[in-house]
């Protein structure tokens, strides 16, 4: 069982930036990593993805050039660096472990393990 903690969030104004950390203890390593977030009222939707060693990456198109997405597996932890901060980037935002897959995948159906989530709250 993998169990991941996020942490990081907050309350920031329009174009600010947050750092959201990932702790995943227990074979960490061996998982493509994933970010998440859901909205009040909205599906949970993809945000960004990494690969076991960090090389491939994938971002969602709302996020790509603001969003960073990164790994140090030394740490066990996966990190989501969010820059230029707009008020429709509120949503809670959740990590998760894929043990599954051959490629990444920005799909919910892909990820067996999830953290509890971390609020991002932007305001305008």
């Known amino acids: 069982q993998v169990q991941l903690v996020e942490s990081g969030g907050g309350l920031v104004q329009a174009g600010g930036s947050l750092r959201l950390s990932c702790a995943a203890p227990g074979g960490f390593s061996r998982y493509p990593m994933g970010w998440f977030r859901q909205a009040p009222g909205k599906e949970r939707d993809f945000v960004a993805a990494?690969?076991?060693?960090?090389?491939?990456?994938i971002y969602a198109e709302p996020v790509k050039g603001r969003f960073t997405i990164s790994r140090d597996n030394a740490k066990n932890t996966v990190y989501l660096q969010m820059n230029s901060l707009k008020s429709e980037d509120t949503a809670i935002y959740y990590c998760?472990?894929?043990?599954?897959?051959?490629?990444?995948?920005?799909?919910?159906?892909?990820?067996?393990?999830w953290g509890q989530g971390t609020q991002v709250t932007v305001s305008s």
């Open positions: 998760a472990a894929d043990p599954t897959s051959l490629d990444l995948s920005d799909s919910l159906r892909s990820y067996d393990y």
């Open positions: 990494i690969g076991r060693t960090g090389r491939r990456i």
